[in-house]
């Protein structure tokens, strides 16, 4: 017989492998190879067993390998030691066997591709393990049971095929656009503040005015009346103040947790701005293997993981580098240990981490594309900050008595930085003097401040993939899909950093929950992705939890296929305007805002009889003709921008977003933004807010430019 063969997902993966396995033929098979069918549902709704196909284009793939397999010793399937890759594992042998029955076929898990960890793992094969291939299987059969039945509906009420529903993605696109009906009815309130600028010994500090509360805590005092605030400020002004409380206490704060994938992604967003889908593909790729000085290795563990757990190896190498780079003050007195929340999280699996902590940033500046550089960076920062020192702070809260009022500070003094040395953003320092309960500090000034009570913010990707987690909704390896999926299909766009839905968003949303009240509600998901794990873990069934799930499912979709016409005419809005050209026949027939093909149109409500129509138009002057409107359009690829009406008379197009504030250089009456850049459609201003590093740092312009 011939030499063994490993087979592996992906090509990158099978380059890096083969450098590492002389005598060993490694070959990839371009992710999954089977799937259930494109054009129809392909699952028996009796007994609920998938019929899987072979992908398009992996014929030849799925025969080199049965050729490969004829000759072959031993088979190893190497390919990701989660749910998908063991359904892909699963799906091979299935093939193999085939044409070679009583071939020899191995499971080996790859945690992180090193020589040291691959040839261990082919040193102690396991086998399938068929409670995760069952889990994948119920996992993609009720993904399609919602789509494949629930897409259809959307393009039948919007008339519109590149929609689509999911049984996560829906409850994120429902978890976005009830933020914007919060933002959208949210009124805000005035309220006034003061703050005073106090001086001791020649020092001089600021303090809010509070109210004490029972407890000791000192909330900020908000006054609703203008005049009760000027009129406070007035009477203590130029009066002297009394220290009426003063402590010291000292605080040490500890690193987080090594990153697990919702982590990641988060701070990747956060600090970097990388959307969740970079994030995987790059850590993807530091994971497979990457060439330093000519040679591909694996950087970090693998990268879909639920676990905050570290190797003891890995802690050992990580503390040594440690009290021999930085010195042993920096080093954590005791080895800490982070202990997995929740179920099904896997005790092989770890965190992720450097494959080689010896192997710094520093070291690898140049030998990697910048984007690639920057996530490592975080990730080997924020490993090696577990074991390094805490933070050590102290705290100096005050209260400061004039008359019958109290003003508050807490002053702040950095003793140890610890970790914060390398990872992290050091809190700001407030400097005090020297203050003891009964002393007399000088009233320098105070002064009253309007403010408004803000709306609820925007989730932006980490805050929006930290909710997923803490809800139960989605795994590690579905949040980077679905909001990917949710920018493909136009429900979603961005503004700065956070996540606002579109209009077809807000529609879809708006039709969906109250049709599907259940089946997309935030619990019933929660519950749908435990049943998932049970599975998993062998406590409960593939069919009974598939059968539950879909006779309440089926009950409540005949009813929805039955009101369509109703659903479509609620999507509909009336306008109090007359269709011209029926106005012209002396028949009075109003507007209607319509959805088509690419988007919101307006259009005669007597449609087919009149097929008067005209787009939605803006209100905003085209910046290049100046005589017709900006309108909002979709692209082919379900992309938005904004176009002059006139077209194609003019040209003009943007794919920023207008937002109403004036520039101030030329005077057009709207910005645009696109990403995070805001800028002038007609002359040349631009702004483009700085970004900040893993450090939380601004970065430096030389920095800027290589990003």
Same mark, same amino acid.
């Given at each position: 017989?011939?030499?063994?063969?490993?087979?592996?997902?992906?090509?990158?993966?099978?380059?890096?492998?083969?450098?590492?396995?002389?005598?060993?033929?490694?070959?990839?098979?371009?992710?999954?190879?089977?799937?259930?069918?494109?054009?129809?549902?392909?699952?028996?709704?009796?007994?609920?067993?998938?019929?899987?196909?072979?992908?398009?284009?992996?014929?030849?793939?799925?025969?080199?390998?049965?050729?490969?397999?004829?000759?072959?010793?031993?088979?190893?399937?190497?390919?990701?030691?989660?749910?998908?890759?063991?359904?892909?594992?699963?799906?091979?042998? +299935?093939?193999?066997?085939?044409?070679?029955?009583?071939?020899?076929?191995?499971?080996?898990?790859?945690?992180?591709?090193?020589?040291?960890?691959?040839?261990?793992?082919?040193? +102690?094969?396991?086998?399938?393990?068929?409670?995760?291939?069952?889990?994948?299987?119920?996992?993609?059969?009720?993904?399609?049971?919602?789509?494949?039945?629930?897409?259809?509906?959307?393009?039948?009420?919007?008339?519109?095929?590149?929609?689509?529903?999911?049984?996560?993605?829906?409850?994120?696109?429902?978890?976005?656009?009830?933020?914007?009906?919060?933002?959208?009815?949210?009124?805000?309130?005035?309220?006034?503040?003061?703050?005073?600028?106090?001086?001791?010994?020649?020092?001089?500090?600021?303090?809010?005015?509070?109210?004490?509360?029972?407890?000791?805590?000192?909330?900020?005092?908000?006054?609703?009346?203008?005049?009760?605030?000027?009129?406070?400020?007035?009477?203590?002004?130029?009066?002297?103040?009394?220290?009426?409380?003063?402590?010291?206490?000292?605080?040490?704060?500890?690193?987080?947790?090594?990153?697990?994938?919702?982590?990641?992604?988060?701070?990747?967003?956060?600090?970097?701005?990388?959307?969740?889908?970079?994030?995987?593909?790059?850590?993807?790729?530091?994971?497979?293997?990457?060439?330093?000085?000519?040679?591909?290795?694996?950087?970090?563990?693998?990268?879909?993981?639920?676990?905050?757990?570290?190797?003891?190896?890995?802690?050992?190498?990580?503390?040594?580098?440690?009290?021999?780079?930085?010195?042993?003050?920096?080093?954590?007195?005791?080895?800490?240990?982070?202990?997995?929340?929740?179920?099904?999280?896997?005790?092989?699996?770890?965190?992720?981490?450097?494959?080689?902590?010896?192997?710094?940033?520093?070291?690898?500046?140049?030998?990697?594309?910048?984007?690639?550089?920057?996530?490592?960076?975080?990730?080997?920062?924020?490993?090696?900050?577990?074991?390094?020192?805490?933070?050590?702070?102290?705290?100096?809260?005050?209260?400061?008595?004039?008359?019958?009022?109290?003003?508050?500070?807490?002053?702040?003094?950095?003793?140890?930085?610890?970790?914060?040395?390398?990872?992290?953003?050091?809190?700001?320092?407030?400097?005090?003097?020297?203050?003891?309960?009964?002393?007399?500090?000088?009233?320098?000034?105070?002064?009253?401040?309007?403010?408004?009570?803000?709306?609820?913010?925007?989730?932006?990707?980490?805050?929006?993939?930290?909710?997923?987690?803490?809800?139960?909704?989605?795994?590690?390896?579905?949040?980077?899909?679905?909001?990917?999926?949710?920018?493909?299909?136009?429900?979603?766009?961005?503004?700065?950093?956070?996540?606002?839905?579109?209009?077809?968003?807000?529609?879809?949303?708006?039709?969906?929950?109250?049709?599907?009240?259940?089946?997309?509600?935030?619990?019933?998901?929660?519950?749908?992705?435990?049943?998932?794990?049970?599975?998993? +873990?062998?406590?409960?069934?593939?069919?009974?939890?598939?059968?539950?799930?879909?006779?309440?499912?089926?009950?409540?979709?005949?009813?929805?296929? +039955?009101?369509?016409?109703?659903?479509?005419?609620?999507?509909?809005?009336?306008?109090?305007?007359?269709?011209?050209?029926?106005?012209?026949?002396?028949?009075?027939?109003?507007?209607?805002?319509?959805?088509?093909?690419?988007?919101?149109?307006?259009?005669?409500?007597?449609?087919?009889?009149?097929?008067?129509?005209?787009?939605?138009?803006?209100?905003?002057?085209?910046?290049?003709?100046?005589?017709?409107?900006?309108?909002?359009?979709?692209?082919?690829?379900?992309?938005?921008?904004?176009?002059?009406?006139?077209?194609?008379?003019?040209?003009?197009?943007?794919?920023?977003?207008?937002?109403?504030?004036?520039?101030?250089?030329?005077?057009?009456?709207?910005?645009?933004?696109?990403?995070?850049?805001?800028?002038?459609?007609?002359?040349?201003?631009?702004?483009?807010?700085?970004?900040?590093?893993?450090?939380?740092?601004?970065?430096?312009?030389?920095?800027?430019?290589?990003?």
């Amino acid at each position: 017989m011939g030499k063994k063969l490993l087979i592996v997902e992906s090509p990158t993966k099978a380059r890096t492998l083969k450098r590492y396995l002389k005598s060993v033929d490694v070959q990839a098979t371009l992710g999954h190879v089977k799937d259930l069918p494109p054009t129809r549902l392909g699952v028996d709704l009796d007994s609920f067993e998938p019929t899987y196909e072979i992908l398009k284009g992996k014929k030849k793939v799925i025969k080199a390998l049965q050729d490969q397999a004829k000759k072959a010793s031993e088979v190893y399937l190497g390919t990701d030691p989660d749910r998908e890759g063991e359904a892909i594992a699963y799906h091979i042998a +299935e093939e193999l066997k085939k044409v070679r029955p009583d071939l020899p076929l191995h499971r080996v898990l790859f945690y992180e591709i090193t020589p040291e960890s691959v040839k261990n793992a082919l040193k +102690e094969p396991g086998t399938l393990d068929l409670r995760k291939v069952e889990a994948q299987k119920a996992r993609r059969i009720l993904d399609r049971l919602v789509g494949y039945q629930v897409s259809p509906l959307l393009w039948r009420i919007l008339r519109q095929r590149n929609l689509s529903a999911g049984r996560v993605q829906t409850v994120a696109l429902r978890l976005l656009c009830e933020r914007e009906e919060e933002i959208q009815r949210f009124k805000p309130q005035t309220y006034y503040v003061v703050r005073g600028v106090f001086r001791k010994d020649g020092i001089t500090f600021e303090a809010d005015l509070v109210a004490p509360t029972a407890r000791g805590a000192h909330p900020q005092k908000k006054l609703p009346d203008r005049k009760e605030a000027e009129a406070l400020v007035a009477r203590l002004s130029g009066k002297a103040g009394t220290v009426a409380m003063v402590s010291t206490r000292e605080q040490t704060l500890q690193p987080p947790p090594p990153f697990k994938t919702s982590t990641l992604q988060q701070d990747a967003s956060s600090r970097l701005g990388f959307p969740a889908g970079r994030t995987m593909r790059l850590a993807q790729r530091l994971y497979e293997g990457v060439p330093i000085h000519g040679e591909e290795r694996g950087l970090i563990t693998y990268m879909r993981t639920d676990s905050v757990r570290l190797a003891t190896k890995a802690v050992r190498a990580i503390r040594s580098w440690i009290k021999k780079t930085l010195g042993e003050k920096l080093l954590s007195p005791r080895v800490r240990q982070y202990k997995d929340k929740g179920r099904n999280i896997q005790g092989a699996h770890e965190a992720i981490r450097p494959t080689d902590v010896r192997l710094t940033p520093e070291q690898l500046q140049g030998q990697l594309e910048t984007p690639l550089w920057k996530l490592y960076d975080l990730i080997w920062r924020r490993t090696v900050a577990t074991q390094m020192a805490g933070a050590r702070i102290e705290k100096r809260p005050v209260r400061i008595q004039v008359e019958d009022a109290h003003f508050f500070v807490e002053g702040l003094r950095m003793l140890e930085p610890g970790f914060l040395h390398i990872y992290g953003n050091p809190p700001r320092e407030v400097p005090l003097p020297e203050l003891r309960e009964g002393d007399t500090v000088e009233v320098v000034s105070l002064r009253m401040e309007e403010k408004q009570t803000q709306p609820p913010p925007r989730y932006s990707e980490a805050t929006l993939i930290q909710t997923l987690e803490k809800l139960g909704i989605g795994r590690p390896s579905t949040y980077a899909p679905t909001l990917e999926t949710l920018y493909e299909r136009g429900y979603i766009t961005r503004e700065g950093r956070g996540l606002r839905p579109t209009d077809l968003g807000m529609t879809v949303y708006r039709l969906l929950i109250p049709a599907f009240p259940e089946i997309f509600d935030v619990s019933f998901t929660a519950r749908m992705e435990e049943n998932l794990d049970r599975i998993e +873990e062998g406590e409960a069934d593939r069919q009974e939890v598939l059968r539950s799930f879909y006779q309440a499912f089926s009950s409540v979709l005949a009813s929805v296929q +039955e009101r369509i016409a109703e659903l479509r005419s609620s999507v509909q809005e009336t306008l109090d305007e007359h269709c011209p050209e029926c106005a012209a026949k002396g028949i009075e027939s109003p507007l209607v805002i319509k959805w088509g093909k690419y988007g919101r149109f307006i259009a005669c409500s007597r449609f087919p009889e009149c097929r008067y129509a005209r787009p939605l138009t803006s209100g905003i002057p085209c910046p290049q003709c100046g005589e017709g409107q900006l309108v909002e359009r979709t692209g082919k690829r379900r992309q938005r921008f904004w176009g002059c009406s006139r077209y194609p008379a003019c040209t003009y197009t943007t794919r920023g977003h207008p937002l109403d504030r004036a520039c101030e250089v030329c005077g057009y009456p709207h910005l645009f933004q696109q990403g995070r850049k805001i800028f002038c459609p007609r002359c040349t201003l631009k702004e483009n807010p700085p970004s900040r590093g893993a450090k939380g740092r601004k970065r430096s312009p030389k920095e800027e430019k290589a990003s």
